[in-house]
């Protein structure tokens, strides 16, 4: 079982709908980075989180400690959010090692 | 401009043949890593810096290297490629947080790498 699970593995919808895309983790951790790679392979970082609840423009993201869960919600999704979203940890071993989960490909129609 | 740099972006090499893919970022910060991303199995830590002079390995460091001689610099170092190296490569850098943690990363663009 991979440390970090992420769901769906892609999604399709409709411009203007709300989208939420979650990461589950099975091992302790000191944070929580949310990635957005474009079509083009470019890799952007979204949020980092070690707790609670973050926001950016359209994007959420939400983080639950003690049920080991994170979600990346869109708002009013656009398609120029078409991209593959990747969760990734860091454990709370002491150091400071990245688990990527596998990515969920996000098409939006327009 | 704040960016990570990487060379080369595109390169095709054959079985043996030493090779260095150089990251440089001009942040000044403390953090740098190598990933490698692989159709089907998404991206992987190779090796990561805290700080100059100081390298650990990440889950797939077999068959690379890494340096960490001045701050701004984290050459990936491979001494012998093989066929199983093929990848595309991601270099990164980051801030480190008040209790050591990472915060947040900035990638360069990537070097795709082919081994005959």
Redesign the interface.
Known sequence: KNEVEQSPQNLTAQEGEFITINCSYSVGISALHWLQQHPGGGIVSLFMLSSGKKKHGRLIATINIQEKHSSLHITASHPRDSAVYICAVISNFGNEKLTFGTGTRLTIIP | EAQVTQNPRYLITVTGKKLTVTCSQNMNHE?M?W?RQDP??????IY?S?NVEVT?K??VPEGYKVSRKEKRNFPLILESPSPNQTS?Y?C?SSDLQQ?????????G??TRLTVL
């Open positions: 953090y890593s990933y089907g199995l998404g991206l992987r830590q990561y805290m650990d990440g889950d595309l991601f990164a209790w050591g943690s990472t915060d947040t990363q900035y990638f663009p990537g």
